[in-house]
C-alpha cells in the first residue's frame, strides 16, 4: 500500500485547511486510515482516524474542529481543518492499518503503513 499525502501549507489561525491521502496498491487490506502528526519535540499523536465502515475516531484536541471523509472510488481520505491553531503546527502523515481497532487505534504501531508527510503550519 502507497500513501500519497497533499494539502499541507501556511494557514493563519482561525483559519480553514483541507488535507487529502491517496491510497494505491493492496488496499482491500486496509480497515482504517488516518492522520498523526508530529510537532517538534513533541511525540506523534493520532489527530483522526476512520474505519473502512465509516466509523470515526479524534484526538481530543482536535474534536469539533477536524472531520475526516472518506471518499471510496477514489480510495482518498480527507482530513478537513477549521478553525486552526498554532498549536496545530507539525507534519502529518497519512496513515493506513489493516488490523486496527479501538484498543489499538492510538498505537503508532497498528499502522502498517505510513504516507510521506506534509507539513502544516499555523501562524498567529
Known amino acids: 500500500v502507497q500513501l500519497q499525502a497533499s494539502g499541507g501549507g501556511l494557514v493563519q489561525a482561525g483559519g480553514s485547511l483541507r488535507l487529502s491521502c491517496a491510497a494505491t496498491g493492496s488496499i482491500l487490506s486496509i480497515n482504517a486510515m488516518g492522520w498523526y502528526r508530529q510537532a517538534p519535540g513533541k511525540q506523534r499523536e493520532l489527530v483522526a482516524a476512520i474505519f473502512s465502515g465509516g466509523s470515526t475516531n479524534y484526538g481530543d484536541s482536535v474534536k469539533g474542529r477536524f472531520t475526516i471523509s472518506k471518499e471510496y472510488l477514489k480510495d482518498t481520505v480527507y482530513l478537513q481543518m477549521n478553525s486552526v491553531k498554532p498549536e496545530d503546527t507539525a507534519v502529518y502523515y497519512c496513515?493506513?492499518?489493516?488490523?486496527?481497532?479501538?484498543?489499538?487505534?492510538?498505537?503508532?504501531?497498528?499502522?502498517?503503513?505510513w504516507g510521506q508527510g506534509t507539513q502544516v503550519t499555523v501562524s498567529s
Open positions: 496513515v493506513a492499518g489493516p488490523t486496527v481497532i479501538l484498543s489499538n487505534l492510538r498505537n503508532v504501531a497498528a499502522y502498517a503503513y
